[in-house]
């Protein structure tokens, strides 16, 4: 096969073949294709587009270009979560110790933070001692012993995917159906779990702007894990304002603390209960949804999902200490809230705007590998749909350096959209896929 012949296939609108999409996928993980040839193809798949097949093709190859992992010989059935990225979106935190002190064991592997989204990882690291970077053999250990880990993902898996984005990243090529969902699928089947949930969010912080865009990628994830034997179901949720109140590393642990302390903003706990309903009902432990946020609802108020947030903690390495007492974590040097400079209600609050100032005050990174703050942030006081007085508190700025704190004012002010009457919140949950 030449790679100039799929390119010019792919270019006129052509399908490609599975054994196309393969020897591709294989040859440039090998470097025997060079970038440029490999970006042409990414261009050509953006404006063509690719068809159900093509694309379980391409997450197939792409999630066996490395080693792929399984849970079969140490646990029953796994159920992995993935969230297709969003501001203040600390779910995973609070999530699985509840899934997990219900039973239903979570062996997972996270990323961190790039762009205006947060990253899990990070925000786990405010807590000393805590460590992300496992060997497969503790990773595989914890997840027996403790039936919670939360790890880095490694290199070796789905390597193609590292790859490809970089070079998406680099060619205004990210923004694809099919290649957003095999980017996704080929991570999270090579990371072995016998069901996946998927929480793709909708709305300007997110990658899917419109509720259509959102339920087509959701649609086409779901079809390609069913394809490979995998239970699946999704839920598309907002993401047009941030989840909760607080973003920023260590501001969002402290917020998921709080609901693991049985209280925590209304929005992102009804969050939590609804996503850890779905997972026990796809593995089983709970006949129906319903059934699984009343159990949920229970363990994240009789504490024994925050006693199973404990033990992972501790068993990364991680101080308890800052479990019991969240006032320990990190806390920025410079603390300004800015009041509201009008009355009214509030209309809109954009999320990407909010997520971007919080990375450039130092919470996020500008490129892989930097460093993050993890005691800055944002902390919203009023959101969408909610009636606020010129002078009552609108956000609080958290910033290491004073001179951030104009430029953060600034953007934050000009996020929110004010309305003279009164103006109604996104729904929290759109629909689901089950
Ligand atoms: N998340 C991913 O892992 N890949 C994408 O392409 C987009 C979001």
Redesign the pocket.
């Given at each position: 096969m030449r790679a100039v012949d799929i390119i010019a296939k792919k270019r006129d609108g052509l399908e490609l073949s599975p054994e196309e999409i393969h020897w591709f996928i294989q040859s440039y993980v090998k470097d025997e294709i060079p970038d440029y040839q490999t970006a042409a193809l990414l261009m050509a798949i953006y404006l063509r587009g690719m068809n159900t097949q093509e694309t379980i093709a391409l997450t197939m190859a792409m999630a066996h270009s490395g080693e792929t992992l399984s849970f079969k010989e140490i646990l029953p059935f796994t159920v992995d979560k993935h969230s297709?990225?969003g501001v203040g979106d600390k779910t995973t935190l609070a999530l699985t110790p509840a899934v997990s002190a219900l039973g239903l064991p979570v062996a997972k592997m996270s990323?961190r933070a790039l762009g205006h989204t947060g990253g899990t990882l990070d925000k786990l690291e405010s807590i000393p001692g805590f460590r992300a970077d496992l060997t497969p053999e503790q990773f595989r250990r914890q997840a027996r012993e403790v039936g919670l880990v939360v790890a880095s993902q490694t290199a070796q898996l789905a390597p193609a995917?590292g790859k490809l984005?970089a070079l998406?990243d680099a060619t205004a090529t990210?923004g694809s159906l099919p290649?957003?969902a095999s980017?996704?699928m080929s991570?999270k089947l090579a990371g072995g779990a016998d069901a996946i949930l998927l929480d793709v969010k909708v709305g300007h912080g997110s990658?899917m702007k419109t509720l259509d865009e959102a339920v087509a990628l959701a649609e086409l994830m779901v079809d390609i894990g069913r394809s490979q034997g995998r239970r699946m179901a999704a839920v598309l949720t907002d993401m047009h304002q941030p989840l909760g109140r607080a973003v920023g590393n260590a501001l969002e642990l402290r917020e998921a603390l709080e609901t693991l302390h049985g209280a925590g903003p209304e929005d992102f706990r009804t969050l939590v209960i609804t996503l850890a309903g779905h997972m026990l009902t796809l593995a089983g432990i709970t006949a129906t949804v319903d059934e699984g946020k009343e159990k949920t609802a229970q363990v994240l108020w009789d504490g024994s999902a925050l006693n199973k947030f404990r033990q992972f903690i501790i068993a990364q390495g991680g101080d308890p200490a800052y479990v019991d007492e969240p006032d320990r974590l990190p806390k920025a040097q410079y603390i300004e809230t800015v009041p509201a400079p009008r009355d009214g209600y509030i209309a809109e609050l954009n999320a990407m705007e909010v997520g971007l100032t919080s990375a450039v005050l130092g919470a996020g990174r500008a490129k892989k590998g930097d460093p993050v703050d993890h005691a800055v942030g944002i902390v919203l006081h009023a959101k969408i749909g909610d009636k606020v007085h010129a002078g009552d508190p609108l956000f609080a700025i958290h910033a290491s350096r004073p001179e951030h704190i104009p430029m953060a004012r600034e953007r934050m002010l000009a996020a929110y959209k004010w309305s003279e009457v009164p103006a109604t919140p996104p729904p929290l949950i759109y629909r689901s896929i089950t």
């Open positions: 297709t990225g990323g995917d984005y998406r990210v290649l957003i980017s996704i991570k990658f």
